[in-house]
């Protein structure tokens, strides 16, 4: 044994490898490693704070988070085609001004919500006109969108909270409401998580997505069509950012001039980033990428229970993205070595 350690180009024994190789099963699924990092949060949190152990906090949670849940559907799909949408912030205070400026000029509930919902898959389809037909950058295409839709918020409302006038009640208890003891705003988030895994793991159209995000060129010959797929995904993409709005509106009835305007959109990349998928394309899961909202979406809360201030938040959950990263890069290397040890 000692000979073959001492010969050039032999590839290392077994047992320097051991605990590696030991992890490999973990390290082949990301989203078992999300999960268990997941985990790892929730478990420190029950310690450290007992309101965190209740069913109650982790229901809230759901709660909260689904809209990140809701515009991180559009937006990861998206992303994995190598493409950005930086306006969804902007967007989610865009289509909760439209619902309830409409609710206040129509005195229709239904009709507000249709407007508001609208919002997005016009915003969409103006972002991948530019970016598919004109052939505009995607990340300066819609950084722009997003001060567009910003300002004009701000001229709407006079930097003023639009508020229901006519007290639909319906509407504002939608968001508070549970079925079956699950929160109502969690539920389309999970059933709009469970669209996208399907589309994206069992169509055609999803095949197309990690082609294109892989290497545009090569699916453009393979006779994919490129811009009429990134041109639906920028449509998806506004429209789950429009859902969430109209969903972040019906918390309180009242369209926020300054929904999402502190970092929504960055928030919800960094979660999609965190859970494994590239900003490069062609790599990453929409499980993966909800893992990262939900670890995110923990600390926050667990941070909050605990009444941390605000500042320091933003210290701890910068750490727990560090270690989220970390383990990604842990995680590559172990599949490259993996590989070698197969040869």
Not at 61 to 72: C, Q
Not at 114 to 128: E, I, K, R, Y
Not at 203 to 217: D, K, V, W
């Amino acid at each position: 044994m000692a000979a073959v350690q001492g010969q050039p180009g032999m590839r290392a024994p077994a047992r320097v490898g051991g605990w590696r190789r030991a992890l490999l099963p973990v390290v082949r699924h990301e989203e078992l490693l999300l999960l268990l990092l997941f985990l790892a949060v929730v478990a420190f949190f029950m310690v450290v704070e007992p309101s965190a152990r209740s069913t109650t906090a982790y229901l809230n949670l759901l709660r909260d988070i689904s809209p990140n849940l809701i515009a991180g559907v559009g937006l990861t799909l998206l992303l994995l085609s190598g493409e950005f949408d930086l306006s969804i912030g902007s967007m989610l205070a865009f289509s909760g001004v439209a619902t309830v400026s409409v609710f206040n000029a129509t005195d229709s509930m239904w009709l507000g919500i249709l407007a508001g919902l609208l919002t997005g898959p016009l915003v969409g389809a103006v972002n991948g006109y530019l970016v598919c037909v004109q052939g505009m950058n995607s990340l300066m295409t819609t950084l722009g969108m997003m001060f567009v839709l910003r300002g004009i918020v701000y001229v709407w409302t006079n930097k003023t909270p639009v508020v229901d006038e006519n007290k639909f009640t319906a509407f504002t208890a939608f968001y508070q409401s549970d079925v079956l003891g699950v929160p109502a705003p969690g539920l389309i988030a999970l059933a709009l998580i469970a669209l996208g895994h399907v589309m994206l793991t069992r169509t055609e159209f999803g095949r197309n997505i990690y082609a294109i995000g892989g290497n545009p060129t090569a699916a453009r010959v393979s006779g994919i069509a490129v811009n009429r797929n990134k041109f639906l995904l920028f449509v998806l993409s506004g429209t789950t950012a429009a859902i969430a709005g109209v969903l972040v509106a019906s918390q309180t009835g009242t369209g926020y001039f300054d929904a999402g305007v502190q970092g929504f959109e960055l928030v919800v990349i960094a979660s999609a980033v965190l859970g494994g998928v590239s900003l490069n394309g062609g790599e990453g899961t929409l499980v993966g990428s909800m893992l990262g909202v939900l670890t995110l979406g923990m600390t926050g809360k667990g941070l909050r229970l605990m009444n941390v201030h605000i500042t320091q938040q933003l210290v701890v959950t910068g750490i727990v993205m560090l270690i989220a990263v970390y383990l990604h890069g842990v995680r590559k290397r172990l599949l490259i070595e993996s590989r070698s040890w197969e040869e």
